[in-house]
């Protein structure tokens, strides 16, 4: 069932670690001062320069790291397709969906080059000949073909197969320290095993989960020596989001309440048999949750088993305060006198936090953008490491030659005793030339699962091995000589290597800002937030009288006389004033937005930066569009040639053409309300606007920040009141120019119908609508990435966005799996009060909405499956808040039995065989043309899939929610609207009347400039 929410909301935790979002210059200057004097990099390098040597004179095995990049880099179609394989191949069900992934993939690379030497080696069947094997994409296969076909898939499988066990020590924990003992055999090593897997989505993964690790100590605890020395002895490491699926940090009470305890038994259990057990690193927002959950067990350890030396934390080098994080756990380990083994690793989601904090519009990145710059870190972090033997075993996990070194060089310097790391499968050809030095100890990392469950895992570290500036790379590129491949990274770059969030559109004159965000989990962000709630009032709007609206007609088109004349760069600056001051006002419009549209806080941010991006990007876009242009317009035009008839001049350009009415709805009530507003005023139009009725506090807050940043006050008129009435009547009104409205199809028909009736000029119409939209998965898609996608497309906002989610059809092959994790991923959303951070779904937006969507789920209780039906969804709750409604979901037969939207959070789910692309024929026959998500890993199955639909915008391998403005033009077809796309360049030209002048210039006694060029 769905839980509560707790109200954790104004609970003040004080930080432990300074924000993650600082300067990298600064950052590295502070990381550069500390290691001045602490090392001689020179001596390192001179001291790694054999080992280099060593491997590219005796290379590792053909799958080893090295090699295998060697051959087929990362950036070549070949490493690519085998990355992709290696992804997806061994959990796909079925023959036809494992063809076609086998052909969408070998059929993109070459490898008949390597021949004989490589891939022709791993089976009896030549993968290097594979793709003459495949159906011809053109033609109907025949019976050979297809017998072709699925010999080469049965190949590939091998291959694949192969290559997991390269990357994954065992399948089964006997297999893995099996294998163990056969490389001790070759060095001195000592593993840390972990539970191959990612972060847990249910309460029954996260439970299937902790008794994968609890047998693994338990198996590592029958062989290991309880009184020999615990660095010596085989340990584990854990991942904490694999044991909680609400492992986040708006979820802090509920994480120590369930989570710890689950930790718990296993750190009683590895002490009881002196391992060591490592709370392996994961993202950034994660980082504070990870130090409280230490603690807790700290406090345990020391209250049960201090002599316990074991337990251990991943600190991550790329984070720009590691540092400070060492220091922290290093008084945490002092303060309850416990020493911890700790590993410093570089890092395994660099690209995620990168784009984790463009999409958040943050004022930093919280990872250092420089590889050099994270290696400057993991160094200084080494020595705050090692300068603490008292409290820290230190554990340094890396595969860069000059970079271990280092590490030997300081820890012979200060005398602490240490451990390298190393990743199963990477890394061994250094490692064997570091380790014939016998007193150097080496810890493997070894994963331990089904080959089938390495994919995320793998993909991540040949990605990050794998990249060209990575040092395992760049080791088997023989091009890159000893001087480059072991420079110093011991220097300063000034700059990150990318645009900051905010400049992630251009820094160049004219460029447009990117709105600028907040990450909720740091306290000093989110406080102006929760204080705005106490003090931001919700506006009371009085409703318009309807007798009223000629009268401001009038006004508004007497205003628009005067609007339409200020130039286009005035109208501009004015727009980007009121950015500036929505921006400012952040906190205010948040907690507004929270009040009184029941939107959760992170909705609430978004929807605020959105206004922000349209206020800003339709300032541009006037300015771009309206200016006049002379014609013909030439494609590739010569400079200086004169086209067109001599002695006239053409011109073509944009007016204004009036007052227009924007009626905007209560589900986006101030980005979509300043959006419309935004367009028609930026293009010289003035406006009446009518907000929903649910939300005028917030048009009333968004009409006056407008109007105090420039816009005047006749030009920009709100009207408050029902769409029966006030809607129709300035529909209806005379000299209305154009009407701009977002809601349902059925009242876009209605004002359709009304402008059709009307007397006088025909008046355009706007209308972005609803739609049933379709997300098909089919059974190359990774189910957990499937399941996130659907839980943010479906539930967020309370399935109120005309984006939002309403079809999953899902290929038979995997539906039972992916229903039942999804299943038990909506049961773990919190549904409540929106004001608490730890709430997923507020209430719907009032009786009426919550009524008809009760009607709905009644109706498809009596003709569907019941899939998901959670015990929140009253109108009112034990919290008191009125028409909450949690997640439902339902099985129904066809596509076609799917008739109609529901605006709120309930999904239908239809299973599907066969072709694709006549599942996409059926979501077509809908009508509908909104949003449509494509789950695949075939690349030429999701972009046939997409020219097919007749939808406005398609979302391949992601949720479908949350459209950016000026990168992804939101907007759709056929019964969800008339286009053109709100957020994209065509968007103003509706607001615009065109208007050509020509003059002719020979009129005044002929052309002149024609005879002055006769010769």
Known sequence: MSHPARSTAFTPIPPRLPTPYRAEDEVVSHRLQMLDGAMDWAHAARSAEPWVQAVRDNPPPFWAMESLLKEYPISSAEGLALMRLAEALLRVPDAETAIALTTDQLGRADFEASGDKVLSRLSSTAIALSKHFLPDAQNEPGLMAKLGARTVVAATLRAVQLLGRQFVLGQTMPEAMKEADVSR???????????????????????????????????????????????????????????????????????????????????????????????????????????????????????????????????????????????????????????LMCRLVKGAYWDAEVKRAQELGLPHYPVFTHKHHTDVSYLACARALLAVPDAIYPQFAGHNAGTIAAILQMGAKTGAPFELQRLHGMGEGIFREVLKNPLVACRVYAPVGAHKDLLAYLVRRLLENGANSSFVHQLADESVGMGELLISPLRLEPHPSLPLPADLFGKHPGSRANSAGLDLTVAAMRHPLLSALQTAPVPVVPEFDVKNIPGAYASCASSYQKWSKVPVEERAATLRRAADALQAAM?????????????????????????????????????????????????????????????????????????????????????????????????????LAKPAEQTPGVAKAAVDLMVAAGVPADALQLMHGAGETVGAALVAQPGVAGVVFTGSTQVAKIIQRALAAKDGPIVPLIAETGGINAMLVDSSALPEQVVDAVVQSAFRSAGQRCSALRLLVVHSAIADGVIEMLQGAAQELRVGDPADLATDLGPVIDCEAFDNIQRHISRLKNESKVLLETAVSARTAPEKIANLIAPHAFEVPSIADVKAEIFGPVLQVVRWDGDPAEVIAQINALGYGLTLGIQTRIDSRAQALAAAAHVGNIYINRNMIGAVVGVQPFGGEGLSGTGPKAGGPHYLYRFCAEQTLTVNTTAAGGNAALLASMH
Request: include cysteine; aromatic fraction near 8%.
């Open 185 to 339: 055999k070759k060095a001195n090593l000592r593993f840390s095993y972990d539970m191959l897997g990612e972060g847990a989505r249910t309460d029954k993964d996260a439970l299937r989960y902790l008794k994968s690790y609890a047998d693994a100590i338990e198996f590592i605890a029958a062989r290991a020596n309880k009184t020999g020395a615990l660095a010596e002895i085989d340990g584990i490491s854990i991942k904490l989001s694999a044991l909680y699926p609400r492992y986040e940090d708006a979820h802090r009470q509920a994480v120590l309440d369930e989570l710890v305890p689950r930790v718990w038994t296993l750190c009683e259990a590895a002490a009881a048999a002196n391992i060591n057990l490592t709370i392996d690193a994961e993202e950034v927002d994660r980082l504070e949750l990870s130090l409280e959950v230490l603690e807790a067990l700290l406090v345990k350890v020391a209250a049960h088993c201090p002599q316990w030396a074991g337990l251990g934390l991943a600190m991550q080098a790329y984070q720009t305060r590691a540092l400070e994080l060492i220091e922290h756990v290093t008084a945490l380990a002092r303060k309850y006198k416990i020493k």
């Open 587 to 687: 906190p205010q419009f948040c907690a507004l937005l929270v009040k009184e549209a029941f939107k959760t806080w992170g909705d609430a941010v978004s929807e605020v930066r959105e206004a922000v991006d349209f206020l800003r990007y339709y300032a541009d876009e006037a300015q771009r569009i309206m200016q006049p242009i002379s014609c013909p317009v030439v494609a590739n035009a010569q400079a200086g040639y004169q086209y067109g008839v001599t002695g006239e001049t053409n011109t073509l350009r944009l007016t204004a053409r009036g007052v227009w009415v924007c009626i905007s709805p209560w589900n986006f009530p101030l980005a979509i309300f300043m959006g419309q507003v935004a367009a028609a005023l930026a293009t010289g139009n003035t406006v």
